[in-house]
């Protein structure tokens, strides 16, 4: 049952040299999970997916992708080993079409089954159909979300990695990404996320880590990591509202 | 006025719109200023000059394709002239560019550029001495095509030529997979490597493209006007004129640009005298980065 697809083991990495930003991070995701990385501001999260996803490097440490291991596999090819990243800002070509940008991600599939998987894009974000023809600059911030979502799922990862995804949205957007998010686990699609927003995170997640300077601190499952005196300690953001009520815990 | 300064301008412009479509891939794509691009120009030349005296030496003498100035040699010479000016172009990014790019400034890859396009011309000028040389010493006679215009059947073609090019470039980098990895790496490299694209493969597709064109717009000044050392370097600040007129990135842009630029300075000959003909890109590209900072086709940036 417990079949790791992501196991990344006490990494550490760093845009400079000798300057580690993830400061030996370990995070296991299972087939058909969604796990969130939780921490405070500046805790290295980011940077941890990052270097998960080939883009920040690594000095230490492993990457095992259903146990192949990719430590030192170049950005380009994460996605074709099968890890799809979504990063938090700038995560859709501006100026091409809608269309365009799902053919360019789709490049990395046979040439035969491209064109279909658009279109079971299309039927998964039919918002994304309606526009196709606009350039993705002009989308809503939700609307840009999903195709870059819809642009990481065209090659069908063993896991899709995003940063942030609700960043920058407004509360309606940010349930709406939520919910895209529980319906492609629902299909059979594993997820690591990290997230600001705590609470709606761990709401649809599985199982939670909480990053804290770069080393995972903290491990649990989701559901019952809001209510963790150890982790109100750890995060320094929102803390636990029932820790009043919940007396000397 | 005389309307033949349409057909001397579109000449020009094709000439410079050709090789603006190189500088503006390798700014938007490679994020650079080439300076040495006006010197691929004249190494292509040279290349096909040379690929054309070998075959007459292996051949002997072929009749010209009538009514042109030139037989298949050149045809085939240009074909090998334009590889030959990519393989020129991957091997200086192999041991300049790239390299380079690694420090991640662009003020030191154009530098660089400049260095290049020094040592390639005075290459040129040490090989061949910098008399001007012809492809071909006959004369064409033109004919009067109506409005007072005249034009040779070279001129034809090589328009014809450069309206081919134009949209098979256009097509490549609009339409096919490669296209859209350009692009891709033109707005965003870091998702670009994300999405799977090889930067490696890209940066080299860039080299081709725009060296193959600078040899053919360097061959068009070689057929219509003359070969030298220089050709390539004097038309360099018209092509940065034209690609950021026509908005960096652009292709339809650069030609656009291109086009605009050597009607300008063809009419200003004719109206101001041909002293002028050098300020006339520069007055217009002034007036449109006033009014239109990102040129005619460009994009805002995000």
Redesign the interface.
């Known amino acids: 049952m417990n079949e790791a697809v992501l196991d990344v083991r006490d990494l550490e990495a760093g845009y400079e040299p000798g300057v580690p930003i993830v400061r030996g991070a370990s995070i296991i995701v299972n087939k058909g999970e969604i796990v969130v990385v939780l921490g405070p501001n500046g805790a290295g999260k980011s940077s941890l997916i990052k270097a998960i ?3 920040v490097p690594i000095s230490r440490g492993k990457v095992l992708l259903d146990g192949k291991d990719v430590t030192a596999a ?7 080993l099968g890890l799809a ?1 979504v ?1 938090q800002t ?7 079409s809608v269309e ?1 940008n799902l ?3 789709g ?2 599939l046979e040439r035969r089954q491209a064109p279909a998987r658009i279109e079971e894009m299309y039927a998964m974000f039919p918002d994304l159909a309606r526009q196709k023809r606009s350039a993705a ?1 002009n989308l809503s911030g939700g609307q840009r979300q999903m195709l870059a979502v819809a ?1 990481a799922l065209i ?1 069908h990862p063993k896991v899709l990695v995003l940063d942030e995804p609700s960043a920058g949205l407004s509360p309606k957007f940010v349930s709406m990404v939520f919910e895209m998010l529980s319906a492609i686990r629902k299909s059979g699609v594993t997820i690591l996320l990290v997230e600001q927003n705590a609470k709606a995170a761990l709401a649809i997640g599985d199982r939670a880590y909480v990053l804290v300077e770069g080393k995972d601190r903290h491990e649990g499952v989701a559901s019952t990591l809001w209510d963790d005196p150890v982790v109100a300690e750890l995060y320094l953001g929102q803390r636990p509202l029932k820790r009043e009520a919940g007396g000397a815990a | 006025m005389s309307l033949q300064f349409v057909v001397d301008g579109l000449l020009t412009g094709s000439m410079i719109g050709l090789g603006a479509i190189g500088v503006t891939l390798t700014y938007s794509i490679l994020r650079f200023s080439n300076f040495a691009h006006g010197d691929f120009m004249a190494w292509g030349t040279y290349a096909t000059l040379a690929a054309v005296s070998a075959i007459g030496a292996l051949f002997g003498k072929v009749a010209p394709i009538a009514p042109l100035s030139f037989g298949w040699p050149l045809i085939v010479a240009l074909v090998i002239g334009m590889a030959f000016t990519a393989l020129l172009a991957l091997l200086l990014d192999k041991v300049l560019f790239a390299r380079l790019r690694r420090q991640e400034q662009a003020i030191i890859v154009v530098m660089g550029s400049f260095g290049a396009s020094m040592a390639l011309r005075s290459l040129l000028e040490f090989i061949f001495t910098s008399r001007p040389t012809y492809f071909s010493r006959a004369i064409q006679i033109a004919m009067p095509v109506g409005l007072g215009i005249r034009i040779t059947p070279d001129q034809i073609a090589l328009l014809l030529l450069t309206a081919v090019l134009v949209l098979g470039v256009h097509l490549l980098t609009t339409r096919t ?1 490669t296209g ?2 350009m ?2 790496m033109s ?2 490299p ?10 490696a493969s890209v940066v080299r597709v860039t080299w081709i493209v725009g060296a193959a064109l600078a040899c053919v717009a360097g061959v068009m000044i070689g057929i219509l006007v003359q070969i030298r050392p220089f050709m390539g370097f004097d038309i360099l600040l018209p092509m940065f004129a034209a690609a950021i007129l026509g908005g960096i990135g652009s292709i339809p842009g650069a030609v656009l640009g291109g086009l605009i630029i050597g009607l300008a300075e063809a009419g200003a000959v004719q109206l101001v005298g041909a002293e002028w003909r050098a300020a006339v890109s520069f007055i217009i590209l002034m007036a449109v980065l006033f009014v239109r900072p990102i040129g005619l086709f460009g ?1 805002r940036e ?1």
């Open positions: 996803a080939g883009l170049p950005a380009h090819t994460m996605v074709h990243f990063p700038e995560n859709v070509f501006p100026l091409m365009d053919k360019v991600a490049g990395i600059g642009r090659v | 997979q859209r990895s692009q891709a707005q965003n870091a998702l670009a490597r994300v999405v799977g694209i090889d930067v994009v995000r």
